[in-house]
């Protein structure tokens, strides 16, 4: 058991490690400032595909696909290598498809796209319930998250007192932290109704981040509809379990002259929505963010690969990388803490007691 663990914990160092070596072998074709932002934008974006890195000259991809599931006068389930990457059209049933920039419309059988005034596809697309890079990460990080936590609550269902051993170690301090950093000083004596919240968005996002930083190449919490579904969660549990006070101190703050009453009611009001939106800005923007940087550093040394010899290139090209790597770990956690301070925050605000009610 114990030399299992090691090995396991030296595959993770490994496979965090090779990371950045692994992007700068995967743009090392690159050679223009067009391909650097083309091949940047491919990084940041959700695929049908994981693509661990690829050869221009031959066209060649390395990786491994992902499952098709559509529903088009019926169900339809095929591996998404049938693309080629864009390449072929896919026929199912009679119906054609083809993979376009990323989604899959609807086409004939010579993958015909047709566009509008703006220059947009106006090919129709099939209800897409694909397992995509980002839905495989989430899938990933939830087993992960069920199987840590379990873990532990067994720990502690031995006894109380137990010391957590293996992964429950690491969460022991972290669930702590979450308690006493967040949930008790923003929100009170009802902290525990909300800490199954708070530590599932802390740790699903703590997660993503790391997994983001892998080879595979994940950038879930980079993705401005992941971020969006979170920000709405807490909107919800923030204003149902509001109470009374919350919302007279937004719709008639109290001890107010009535045309300020008046005047700032709408402000209030707005404030309730630029909250969970800043929310899922805030983390969408940081985390994609930081893959831009990390493809830019990598990006602009080889472009000056003449100036500084391939050597030089490579060499300064993996410095800056695995110190930009570093501050993303940093900014991994940073990211979550934010989110769950936040919520916290907001939900305290929402269900806390004003002593002129009582």
């Keep these: 058991m114990v030399s299992l663990k090691r090995a396991i914990l030296l595959f993770t160092v490994i496979f965090f490690t090779v990371n950045p070596f692994t992007v700068r072998a995967q743009a090392s074709e690159i050679s223009t ?9 491919h990084h940041v974006k959700d695929d049908y595909y994981f693509s ?4 221009k000259a031959s066209g060649k991809h390395y990786g491994f696909a992902l499952p098709v599931i559509l529903i088009d006068n019926g169900l339809k389930v095929f591996s998404s290598a049938e693309f080629h990457h864009g390449e072929a059209i ?24 047709t566009y509008d005034e703006k220059g947009h596809p106006t090919n129709a697309k099939p209800w897409d319930f694909s397992i995509t890079k980002n839905v495989a ?14 873990s532990l609550a067994t720990t502690y269902k031995k006894s109380v007192n137990a010391i957590p051993t293996g992964i429950g170690r690491i969460l022991e301090p972290l669930i702590i932290y979450v308690r006493d950093e967040m949930a008790r000083p923003n929100i009170g004596h009802r902290y525990k109704e909300f800490m199954p919240y708070l530590l599932s968005v802390f ?8 997994m983001g930083l892998t080879p595979i190449g994940f950038n879930v919490t980079g993705n401005i509809t992941v971020t969006f579904g979170l920000a709405i969660v807490t909107f919800l549990i923030t204003n149902i379990k509001a109470n009374k006070a919350y919302w007279k101190h937004i719709f008639w703050m109290p001890g107010v002259p009535v045309p300020f009453k008046i005047l700032l009611a709408p402000i209030e009001l707005l404030g309730i929505f630029t909250k969970p939106f800043s929310l899922m800005l805030r983390l969408f923007a940081n985390m994609t963010a930081g893959h831009f940087v990390i493809m830019g550093f990598i990006a602009v040394i080889y472009l000056f690969q003449s100036q500084l010899t391939l050597g030089g290139s490579i060499g300064i090209s993996m410095l800056l990388t695995l110190i930009i790597f570093v501050l993303k770990l940093l900014v991994s ?4 803490f934010i989110f769950t301070m936040l919520s916290s925050l907001f939900i305290g605000m929402a269900v806390e007691e004003h002593p002129e009610h009582h």
């Excluded at 661990?52 to 050869?55: A, G, I, K």
């Excluded at 896919?90 to 796209?113: M, R």
């Excluded at 990460?137 to 936590?149: E, Q």
């Design 137 to 150: 990460g989430l899938i990933i990080a939830t087993i992960l998250l069920f199987w840590a936590f379990l």
């Design 52 to 55: 661990l890195f690829s050869h």
């Design 33 to 41: 400032p067009e391909e650097i932002t083309a091949y940047s934008q």
């Design 90 to 113: 896919v026929e199912k049933d009679g119906q054609f498809y083809k993979l376009y920039h990323g989604k899959i419309y609807k086409t004939d059988v010579a993958g015909t796209i």
């Design 333 to 336: 956690f940073l990211q979550a």
């Design 203 to 210: 740790f699903l996002i703590f997660l993503l981040n790391l």
